[in-house]
Nanobody
Framework: QVKVVESGGALVQPGGSLTLSCEVSGIDFSSSRMTWYRQAPGKGREWVAW???????HYTGAVKGRFTISRNNAKNSVYLQMSNLKPEDTATYYC??????????WGQGTQVTVSS
């Protein structure tokens, strides 16, 4: 059974920082592409950042320079370090593990709210 579990969401003030974690079990984690997505209220889900191998990373423009994705294959975990948070970063953040069309797994999400 594959499990994808996000954690770390919280209420944070604008300009603050937060780190999200995602732990995966039941798949070959080291060979999976790991992606963070987010969905704001009333909007569609958008990709935020993804990582393959140890340090091949990509970011959407809105978060480039503020967010950092990383992974620890020994812990089957991926992280999203977020800094200089803005109100528009408010969303439910989802972790996705992908190894192909038939091997595509999602977590339940963790809520990030940026507000003063």
């Amino acid at each position: 059974q594959v499990k994808v579990v996000e954690s770390g969401g919280a209420l944070v003030q604008p300009g603050g920082s937060l780190t999200l974690s995602c732990e995966v079990s039941g798949i070959d984690f080291s060979s999976s592409r790991m992606t963070w997505y987010r969905q704001a209220p009333g909007k569609g889900r958008e990709w935020v950042a993804w990582i393959i191998e140890e340090n091949n990373t990509h970011y959407t423009g809105a978060v480039k320079g503020r967010f950092t994705i990383s992974r620890n294959n020994a812990k089957n975990s991926v992280y999203l370090q977020m800094s200089n948070l803005k109100p528009e970063d408010t969303a439910t953040y989802y972790c996705n593990a992908w190894r192909g069309p038939e091997l595509d797994y999602w977590g339940q999400g963790t809520q990030v709210t940026v507000s003063s």
